[in-house]
T-cell receptor, first 119, second 108 residues
Framework: NAGVTQTPKFRVLKTGQSMTLLCAQD?????MYWYRQDPGMGLRLIHY???????AKGEVPDGYNVSRLKKQNFLLGLESAAPSQTSVYFC??????????????????FGDGTRLSIL | RKEVEQDPGPFNVPEGATVAFNCTYS??????FFWYRQDCRKEPKLLMS???SGNEDGRFTAQLNRASQYISLLIRDSKLSDSATYLC?????????FGKGTRLHILP
């Protein structure tokens, strides 16, 4: 059982280059998320998706785009990479638990991260 | 006041000791609470959910104090392998909020 798989694991880009990070989950989860984690900042939500074909902005969406064409995949794109986007990126997924009044109590499952350096 | 706050530590604790740390949250309407563990350069992994009545999983005990708006994690008989960063996570309305984590070092 692979769970949540992220590719690539590492990447070095030059400023201005573009790339796409792929997240795949095999747990049939409805919800998927992209986070970045920087020293002293904790995990910050970039974008998330509550189902196939839907996406929404998180806390720090600028400079990123996402797509959820298939339920099991959630792609994070950087159109023009900047040094400020150097970070560790984590993808996560969770079951469909959003109900009236807010989130339920289903935890998230994380991929093992992508280390991205922008020079 | 920050939405979710944790003492960053590090907590340096001798092996076998008991250690506890708290996580405070600002929104009284927060609905769900979790503790995650994150090892250096690894992904966060769910340690345990936090239930209103408190819950225990082996050496770990989690508690919720809604009146004072904090959750706590107690680790008994600490092991070297417990060294990690512990993240609290709070769900409220349409947001999932992570604390910045508390670093724990278990000393031999």
């Amino acid at each position: 059982n692979a769970g949540v798989t992220q590719t690539p694991k590492f990447r070095v880009l030059k400023t201005g280059q573009s790339m796409t990070l792929l997240c795949a989950q095999d747990m049939n989860h409805e919800y998927m998320y992209w986070y970045r984690q920087d020293p002293g900042m904790g995990l910050r939500l970039i974008h998330y998706s509550v189902g196939e074909g839907t996406t929404a902005k998180g806390e720090v969406p600028d400079g990123y785009n996402v797509s959820r064409l298939k339920k099991q995949n959630f792609l994070l794109g950087l159109e023009s990479a900047a040094p400020s986007q150097t970070s560790v990126y984590f993808c996560a997924s969770s079951p469909n638990f959003l109900r009236q009044g807010g989130w339920g109590n289903q935890p998230q499952h994380f991929g093992d991260g992508t280390r991205l350096s922008i020079l | 006041r920050k939405e979710v706050e944790q003492d960053p530590g590090p907590f340096n604790v001798p092996e076998g000791a008991t250690v506890a740390f708290n996580c405070t949250y600002s929104n009284s309407a927060s609905q769900s609470f979790f503790w995650y563990r994150q090892d250096c350069r690894k992904e966060p992994k769910l340690l345990m959910s936090v239930y209103s009545s408190g819950n225990e999983d082996g050496r770990f005990t989690a508690q919720l104090n809604r009146a004072s708006q904090y959750i706590s994690l107690l680790i008994r008989d600490s092991k070297l392998s417990d060294s990690a960063t512990y993240l609290c996570v709070v769900y409220q309305d349409d947001k999932i909020i992570f604390g910045k984590g508390t670093r724990l070092h278990i000393l031999p």
